[in-house]
């Protein structure tokens, strides 16, 4: 066979290694080994986060919470689930900071018969550091003769600030702040007879209400 007879004649395929299908086998099980065990360890789930500072007694949909997936192990049960808030949503029960993980006893279907809320005039502005969610004691000096105020007492404890209300009509000017409050149910008829009587009223930080 001349030169030119083996040049035209076509190229032989080379057969594959052997050695190399077992390796890119070997990785090909190695890869999804990993991932079936990554799988196998992910016990992450789904629960809702505060976006926001959430106060008591505010109503709340999955609308007004993030989603957020993480690995609680046993802790899982203590939070608020994806799957576990109703359309109509939840009641906050207690403050919930911003970012925060919703708890599940943070929160209810209904706002709980102890208490309640109670928009309240004061005579002294709050002070400057207090936000929503702070609690409060309430403070009410009783008016006295020849527009003096008597030795102040709490009328209620633990008070919950909800929000400032903004100041509107004639009257604002007599009040130094308006704010609603979460009150417990049996404070209520304290804070309105307090009221009614033009009392001197001040909230006050329960850490700074010391010395009753």
Known sequence: MSQRDRDDRPARRRAPDPRLLIGLALVAASIAGVVGIVAANDDGIEVYAAPRLLTAGERITADDLDVRRVSLGADSSAYLAVDSLPASGVIVARTIGEGELVPSAA???????????????????????????????????????????????????????????????????????????????????????????????????????VGR
């Open 107 to 209: 929160v209810g279907d209904e706002r709980g018969p102890s208490t309640t809320t109670i928009v309240v005039a004061l005579t002294t502005p709050l002070g400057e550091t207090v936000r929503a969610g702070d609690q409060l004691d309430v403070w009410a000096s009783p008016q006295e003769e020849a527009g003096r105020f008597g030795a102040p007492v709490v009328i209620s404890s633990g008070a919950q600030l909800v929000r400032e209300v903004a100041e509107e009509g004639l009257v604002a000017g007599a009040e130094a702040a308006r704010v609603e409050l979460l009150v417990p149910r049996r404070d209520v008829a304290r804070i309105l007879d307090a009221l009614a009587n033009g009392d001197a009223l001040a909230a006050v930080p329960v850490s700074l209400a």
